[in-house]
């Protein structure tokens, strides 16, 4: 398996990615989780976004955000990731 392949240095590298990884799945869940709340998901005084609708699930806030917020996001988890 992967811990025979490469060297000491090889080894270290998968460690840190799998940890990193594991950390960025963590903050993806707990996102997930937060946006099912009714503080997140609920009435605002103030519209997060253009096109707000309360009380959806994390799939229906995510088709409801627009394009370029879409793109805001993935560029982030992308700057993240690297």
């Keep these: 398996g992967l811990s025979e392949l490469g060297s000491e240095r090889t080894q270290a590298w998968f460690k840190a990615a799998e940890t990193k990884h594991g950390r960025v799945a963590m903050a993806a869940f707990l996102?997930?989780?937060a946006q099912?709340?009714?503080q997140v998901s609920?009435?605002?005084t103030?519209?997060?976004y253009r096109g707000y609708?309360?009380?959806c699930s994390?799939?229906?806030q995510w088709d409801n955000i627009p394009t370029i917020g879409k793109f805001q996001i993935l560029v982030f988890v992308g700057m993240l990731e690297s």
């Design 31 to 33: 996102g997930f989780i």
């Design 58 to 60: 994390p799939q229906e």
């Design 46 to 48: 103030f519209a997060p």
């Design 53 to 55: 609708v309360a009380g």
């Design 42 to 44: 609920g009435e605002h």
């Design 36 to 38: 099912c709340t009714p």
